[in-house]
Structure formats: C-alpha cells, structure tokens
C-alpha cells in the first residue's frame, strides 16, 4: 500500500513568535481536507530543528493523550502540522482580553477545567516530559465543549518546542503559584474569587 499523499495550503498568520511563524492552514491528507495549524522555523532564527523537536515532543505528548494531535513533521522543509484547537489563550479566557469580553465561568466549569489540566500534567510527568513555558498561561488554550444544554470548557496544552525530558518532571510546580498562591497576580486573584478559596 503506497503513502498516502499530504499536502498543506496556508490560510492566515495566527501568530508570530521569536522563532517561529504560526500558520491557519488547510491539509489536503490524500481526498479529504481538514483545517490544521502549521508552525514553521523563521528565516532569522537558529534554531533548525524545530520541526524535529516540537515533533518529537508533541508525539510523545500525544501518546499521553495530551495536546493538539501531530499530523506531520517535516523536517527536511522544517515545519510541524497539528490539529486545529479553536479555543482562547487561558489568559484571555480567565481574565477576558477586556471587561466586555470577559468570560462568565462558574465554579463548577473551573473546577473541571483544572481537574482536567491537573490530569494532563500528571500524564506528561508519566512520560518524563516537561513542557517549561506552562507558568504565564499563553500555552494552554481553552475550548468550548456542549453536552446536550451544558456547556464546559477543557485545556489543550500547546507549544511543546521548549520541553525537556527529565527523570523528574515538575509540570504541575511549574504552574500552581500561578493559579493560586500569588498574592498579587490577576490570574491567582481571579481563580480564588471564583474557587471562593482564601489565603491564610
């Protein structure tokens, strides 16, 4: 049975980083066509291997049942190809980008989402993988889910091109001051107000 060809056509840039462009994009994986994200090295950037990289980790979270599924590394052109997540940055979700577009998230609909994050951690500890960027929120993205009138909300952890594999991983460490403990952080602030837990 021969391979089956896939090709992909960009849409729009969704996000630029330092070493990295994001691309929206379309995957055509021999008849059928899906949307897909595409992220590629930037011409400047030195790190060249990051299709090897984020591909090799995001593979291996994936095997936890974890992160946007991996349709391809291509390491020869030096881009990675995943399931298209539509959801917010937690950031944006949590905090609202503004007042207006502020989420209203019950202490129910929390609870479960960082039920489900705290389950995830623990599956890429399982692996040895530490992610490393999981402490300012932009690497998780939320997506809206229904069942029948309910709606809830669950965490896809993306952006695996600065994970490490350790013997020891810490990944739920990486993030609880931020969810919780700091005094002063909107993130923590917020979390607290609708958990209704308080600091001693």
Not at 74 to 87: T, W
Not at 115 to 144: C, F, M, P, T, W
């Amino acid at each position: 049975m021969g391979k089956i060809k896939t090709e992909f056509k960009k849409i729009s840039l969704i996000g630029k980083g330092w070493s990295s462009y994001v691309w929206l994009a379309e995957a055509k994986i021999g008849a059928k066509k899906i949307k897909c994200v595409v992220k590629e090295v930037r011409e400047k950037s030195p790190r060249k291997n990051l299709a090897e990289r984020e591909g090799e980790f995001l593979k291996l979270a994936n095997s936890a049942g974890v992160g946007p599924k991996l349709i391809l590394a291509n390491e020869q052109n030096n881009f990675v190809a995943m399931e298209f997540i539509k959801g917010k940055s937690f950031l944006n979700w949590i905090l609202g980008e503004n007042e207006k577009d502020a989420e209203k998230i019950s202490k129910k609909q929390l609870y479960f989402f960082i039920k489900e994050l705290y389950r995830q951690l623990l599956a890429l500890d399982s692996v040895h993988l530490s992610h490393n960027q999981l402490q300012i929120g932009k690497n998780i993205l939320v997506a809206k889910k229904k069942t029948g009138k309910n709606h809830f909300f669950v965490p896809v952890i993306i952006d695996f091109e600065k994970a490490t594999l350790k013997q020891r991983t810490k990944n739920i460490g990486q993030i609880e001051s931020f969810l919780f403990y700091n005094p002063n952080g909107a993130v923590a602030k917020k979390v607290r107000k609708i958990l209704g837990i308080k600091l001693d």
